[in-house]
């Protein structure tokens, strides 16, 4: 990258800014059996740093991040989504990109909220796009009004853009927040509740001195014919929390639970408190684990989300910092992308209240998938090849977005897939609809199975992390490694997409529609 993009990076003053809360959206209805909130997006001016000046983005409500949206386990919500965006994109297109081309709108949103068990016409499918005041829309649209029976349970979820071909520069633009599904259960478990439950969204972002956003044009080397191309995954300069890049926030000396959520484009995490200390991790993205685990680290992939419970007392007055340790891109990256500061922590002499709240021993019994009662097995490669400009192009199974559909799941029955990664980075995969079981991981002969299409094993199957051992929606694909999910399809059936998260391998096909079939 060029020396003006490093600048503000190097001279913005770390933990100069506290740590903003998103607001937890009022809805305009509430009662009879459903809930109904509206929710517009809206370019706005942001202030990421006080050192900057303030920066144009796009936001749910016109915030950075969104509102959080809160609901319970089984509570009926319907919003209506809209769009009251400019015509003209804040970030520079690839024109070449499926589902981007000159014939469609070149701002167009659709909203997915991630993890959510819904209806297809209701999940935000990527073709389901629409425009400022629906003048326009793509051709799987259905209705304005989406409808969540929100039969998950208690889990961190969030909600961000997913329009086709454009979802990276929608989402780096600002369009992401949480939702939270909460539970009777889970407040029983008396764990840290109201202030002392904190959502924290990790993204990483480039500013120009002028405080404007930057995304690239060109990818390092540029390519030749082309004003914009998609470069093969981005790393910002700077980290944010929950919109501030760099913040601090005061906690008391007691225990807090922080629901972080990778909301980056490419960028994975490996986060750690410099003193050392344990964490405590309840929960996985779809909710909680069977108990909780003392951790020194967490690793979350771009979507990946860990509830973590982190104990201040007998810290007073103390400064504890958040870092990132992991390789960008991962798990082979450059130290050049690295970064390592992500936010401080600094604790107070006194709590307001005695801490009263648990880390419960016990926290969810989980369902078992059997191997045993899986009706299908399917091979799913995870490719890397060259396109006609010579740039890279991941694919899922050697096809592109458009081929005809291959992964047709009967409902209610339970499948294993096989994610085969030839490709020398890891990749987030992302399941629409359902959550899975991670069964384990193998390393295999990548050239072998290139060469013969052979599987042949390098060692023996290892079982996910502990951490991972949990309702999970996205899953790290190491290079050279068979990574085994299990999952029982419904109970919806229809339409929906698996993908890869990394959202610029998302944009540009590595991502493929599946349908459940009744
Ligand atoms: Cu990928």
Partial sequence: MSG???QTANYLTKYKDSLPIPPVLKPLHKGEGFTYYKVSMKECRVSVHSELPETTMWGYEGMFPGPTI???????VYIKWENQLPTVHLLP????????HHNVPAVRTVVHVHGAVVEPESDGYPDAWFTNGYQQVGDKFV????QYDNYMNACTLWYHDHAIGITRLNIYAGLAGFFLVKSERERSLNMPTGEYDIPLLIQDRTFHPDGSLYYPKQPKEPVPGLETSIVPEFFGETILVNGKVWPYLEVEPRKYRFRVLNGSNSRFYKLELDRNQYMFQISTDRGLLPHPIGIKEIILAPAERADIIIDFSNLEGKRIRLINDAPAPFPNGDAENEIKDVMQFRVLPDVVYIDTSNIPAQLEQLPFLSEKNAVRRRDLTLDHLKDSYGREL???EKKGWDAPISENPMLCTTEIWYLINLTPVTHPIHIHLIDFQILDRREFNVDKYKKEKVMEYLGPSIAPEPQERGRKDTVRANPNEVTRIIMQFGPY???YVWHCHMLEHEDYEMMRPY???R
């Fill in 4 to 6: 003006t993009q490093k």
């Fill in 70 to 76: 809160e609901v319970d386990n089984g509570e009926r």
């Fill in 93 to 100: 297109i690839d024109f070449t990109v499926h589902g981007a």
């Fill in 143 to 146: 209705k304005q009004i989406y």
């Fill in 394 to 396: 991941m694919l899922l």
């Fill in 493 to 495: 059936s229809g339409l």
């Fill in 515 to 517: 349908i459940v079939i």
